[in-house]
């Protein structure tokens, strides 16, 4: 299989399972917790408060959901979404631009940190949550979008300079 045909393959797993995420969040978690948005989506994180406001709202079900099929499926969405985003960084012809492919590996490690924090939050008894487990469930969550929006932006970078020369 050749390269090209291989990221068209990842590209559109990765389009699949954020579908098959977004379908699960939208038809099941977000109702399930009378219309919250879940900790992973709030993309400038939340405090205290939404933390325990969106715990006491979220059923039995949706607690479950959120534990087992979403935490897998977003376990493997992240992975191949780095993926995709590094390997056109790590196929580039100097240094530099190729040191890009870092970006993408910072998303998928704060994305994979974030998931273990947030399940942690999922798990502990409601009179137990700190505002520590939150804040750092939270920061892992800003710094999960942020590691993304830089790695777009440095596919961007790259596609604007490599198309000038």
């Given at each position: 299989?050749?390269?090209?045909?291989?990221?068209?393959?990842?590209?559109?797993?990765?389009?699949?399972?954020?579908?098959?995420?977004?379908w699960l969040w939208f038809t099941q978690?977000?109702?399930?917790?009378?219309?919250?948005?879940?900790?992973?989506?709030?993309?400038?994180?939340?405090?205290?408060?939404?933390?325990?406001?969106?715990?006491?709202?979220?059923?039995?079900?949706?607690?479950?959901?959120?534990?087992?099929r979403i935490r897998h499926l977003d376990t493997i969405f992240p992975i191949c979404l780095a993926l995709l985003l590094a390997a056109p960084l790590w196929r580039l012809p100097t240094g530099w631009m190729r040191a890009l492919a870092v970006i993408p590996i910072l998303y998928l490690v704060s994305d994979l940190a974030?998931?273990?924090?947030?399940?942690?939050?999922?798990?502990?008894?409601?009179?137990?949550?700190?505002?520590?487990l939150v804040t750092w469930a939270s920061t892992l969550t800003q710094v999960k979008y942020a590691a993304l929006g830089l790695s777009v932006f440095a596919l961007g970078l790259v596609f604007v300079r490599t198309r000038r020369s």
């Open positions: 299989m050749t390269a090209r045909r291989w990221w068209l393959a990842l590209l559109l797993l990765t389009a699949a399972l954020y579908g098959w995420l977004a978690l977000v109702p399930g917790a009378d219309g919250l948005t879940p900790f992973d989506g709030r993309i400038l994180g939340y405090s205290f408060a939404e933390a325990e406001a969106f715990l006491a709202a979220l059923s039995a079900d949706a607690r479950v959901l959120y534990l087992t974030e998931n273990a924090a947030v399940a942690g939050l999922l798990r502990v008894d409601p009179a137990a949550l700190t505002p520590d």
